[in-house]
């Protein structure tokens, strides 16, 4: 198991201080009602300190102390607020419900017993009309070796993700293999093989 605090204990961001591709992709526009986003497994806040620049409330949950204390770092250097706390997201009561208008989940792998308990605080964390956006690793990124888990069981299939999918309230806009080119610090560099997601929570259910 990855020690993540002794991994990111070092003055670089190991996965650069600009945010993936996928999420400037999806959110380019300035947020006019400062919308409520959750990101899990949020490392040390390149992501998070590029949404709370477009004006969206930012909230991130990780395991790792020494990653949130980087991501206050990270936000302090660019001038912006984001509220970082310290939480497993493959525990339940985790996140509160109906909440959030948008979750994400960037690279944010965990073991496959937590798989289905991390879909479902995106989901279910959500308002009605709310939209979560992941990016991970497919199973062949282990092919490439160009970052990400060595442990096939961390890594996604899309037959996968809809299994863990089909029992939420949501609409299916984007699930998408593909291979695309990632430069994020010396850990996440070169061709890869992820898994893209976009998702609609519909209604409230029990989860």
């Not at 945010?19 to 526009?29: D, E, G, R, Y």
């Not at 990780?62 to 302090?76: M, N, R």
Request: charged share 25%; net charge neutral; hydrophobic share 30%.
């Amino acid at each position: 198991m990855t020690n993540w605090n002794e991994k990111f204990d070092s003055e670089s961001y190991i996965y650069g201080k600009e945010a993936n591709l996928f999420i400037k992709n999806n959110f380019q526009k300035q947020s006019q009602n400062s919308e409520k986003i959750l990101l899990l497994a949020e490392g040390e806040g390149r992501n998070a300190i590029y949404l709370a620049k477009l004006g969206y409330d930012v909230t991130t949950f990780d395991t790792s102390q020494t990653g949130i204390h980087k991501q206050y770092q990270l936000a302090s250097e660019k001038n912006v607020k984001i509220k970082a706390n310290y939480g497993d997201i493959t525990k339940s009561n985790l996140v509160p419900q109906s909440y959030f208008d948008y979750s994400i989940n960037i690279f944010g792998h965990v073991f496959k017993e937590g798989k289905q308990k991390m879909f479902t605080n995106l989901i279910q964390s959500l308002v009605i009309g709310g939209h979560s956006f992941f990016e991970f690793y497919s199973k062949e990124q282990l092919l490439y070796d160009t970052g990400g888990p060595k442990d096939e069981t961390m890594l996604y299939s899309i037959d996968e993700i809809k299994s863990y999918l089909k029992h939420l309230p949501i609409k299916i806009h984007k699930l998408e293999q593909k291979e695309v080119y990632r430069n994020e610090g010396i850990n996440h560099t070169g061709r890869c093989s992820v898994i893209q997601g976009h998702i609609e929570k519909i209604q409230n259910s029990h989860f």
